[in-house]
């Protein structure tokens, strides 16, 4: 990864777009944490609707752009009052435009999806479920 040093970053992201299912929110609201240096990177979201959840996320490859992919089971966090499960989560930056994308996946039988508008059908085959 040519010895790329980054400090850590906070950012907040919008997940507007269903790609499965039935929303059980209006609006969602996430903030994510991540950092890399030479190689290595560790992520986590943060919040969801201000909300703490602190879910780590894996670096999963750190070649072109930072993918990181969380690795739990099924994990039960209220939402705006709702008792929901986090089945899994997926963030991509591209650190050259700074572009970031994100998935969420909903309840125990992956029945809900929830991504960044910029997410593109050509991550579809890149859904672990």
């Not at 996320?57 to 994990?75: A, C, E, G, H």
């Amino acid at each position: 990864m040519n010895n790329i040093v980054l400090n850590k970053f906070k950012f907040n992201l919008i997940l507007d777009t269903i790609l499965l299912g039935t929303s059980f929110c209006d609006e969602f609201n996430y903030q994510f944490e991540y950092e890399v240096n030479e190689g290595y990177g560790k992520a986590f979201l943060k919040t969801i609707n201000n909300t703490a959840v602190n879910i780590r996320l894996y670096s999963l490859d750190l070649t072109k752009n930072f993918v990181f992919i969380s690795d739990m089971p099924p994990t039960l966090v209220t939402v705006n009052g709702k008792e929901v499960y986090i089945f899994r989560i997926l963030l991509d930056i591209n650190p050259k435009t700074n572009e970031r994308k994100a998935l969420v996946i909903y309840h125990k039988d992956a029945s809900f999806i929830h991504t960044t508008i910029n997410w593109e059908n050509a991550h579809s085959s890149f859904v672990p479920l």
